[in-house]
């Protein structure tokens, strides 16, 4: 194998914010944020959504819009008829 071509592994801390999650995983992602927790300083990233928020893994459901893309559109710019 050749040197110096693979990126850092490392542990890293990431943030599920909609669940106000943490997760430290192993990782090569790139980040100058730091963050601490657990009293170890980790590379620090957020996240949107996760396993711990997601609907497919919390079992949540959520209701998605029931109407269709035209008649969304259509009753946005209803004003504009003529």
């Given at each position: 194998?050749?040197?110096?071509?693979?990126?850092?592994?490392?542990?890293?801390?990431?943030?599920?914010?909609?669940?106000?999650?943490?997760?430290?995983?192993?990782?090569?992602?790139q980040?100058?944020?730091?963050?601490?927790?657990?009293?170890?300083?980790?590379?620090?990233?957020?996240?949107?959504?996760?396993?711990?928020?997601?609907?497919f893994?919390?079992?949540?459901?959520?209701?998605?819009?029931n109407?269709?893309?035209?008649?969304?559109?259509?009753?946005?710019?209803?004003?504009?008829?003529?």
């Amino acid at each position: 194998m050749r040197t110096n071509i693979h990126p850092e592994y490392r542990e890293v801390l990431f943030h599920d914010t909609n669940a106000n999650a943490y997760f430290v995983i192993g990782s090569t992602i790139q980040t100058n944020n730091t963050k601490q927790y657990e009293g170890k300083e980790y590379p620090y990233i957020t996240l949107d959504i996760s396993s711990a928020s997601h609907p497919f893994y919390t079992g949540e459901i959520r209701q998605a819009s029931n109407e269709g893309r035209i008649a969304s559109f259509n009753k946005r710019f209803a004003h504009y008829k003529r």
